[in-house]
Nanobody
Framework: QVQVTESGGGLVQAGGSLRLSCAASGSGRFFNRYAMGWFRQAPGKEREFVAGINWSGSVIDYTDSVKGRFTISKDNAKITVYLQMNSLKPEDTAVYYC?????????????????WGQGTQVTVSS
């Protein structure tokens, strides 16, 4: 069994910054080679891809709306992924979810991730 826990959400004014963290733990074999991603879901909307990173950190993907503002990074030793969010906008308001995939390639698709955290709320006021 794998547990995924996000932290770091909160309320911030437009233009501000937040850093999300996601720690995964559980069966060691699952973490031999894994990828991680961040998704978000605003009220009344579907869960959408935000950023993803592969096992080695050599491949990073962002949705267009966050490019240049968000940075994803990964610490394999700690089985942790981070999302640094700068220049936040009200439209970034959502519950942010971390997801772990048991293969080393990142993906933009919800269905291709194996384990999910419970989410952390990010609210950006105008």
């Amino acid at each position: 069994q794998v547990q995924v826990t996000e932290s770091g959400g909160g309320l911030v004014q437009a233009g501000g910054s937040l850093r999300l963290s996601c720690a995964a733990s559980g069966s060691g074999r699952f973490f031999n080679r894994y990828a991680m991603g961040w998704f978000r879901q605003a009220p009344g909307k579907e869960r959408e891809f935000v950023a993803g990173i592969n096992w080695s950190g050599s491949v990073i993907d962002y949705t267009d709306s966050v490019k240049g503002r968000f940075t994803i990074s990964k610490d394999n030793a700690k089985i942790t992924v981070y999302l640094q969010m700068n220049s936040l906008k009200p439209e970034d308001t959502a519950v942010y979810y971390c997801a772990v995939r048991g293969i080393p390639v990142t993906s933009r698709y919800v269905r291709e991730y194996d384990y999910w955290g419970q989410g952390t709320q990010v609210t950006v006021s105008s």
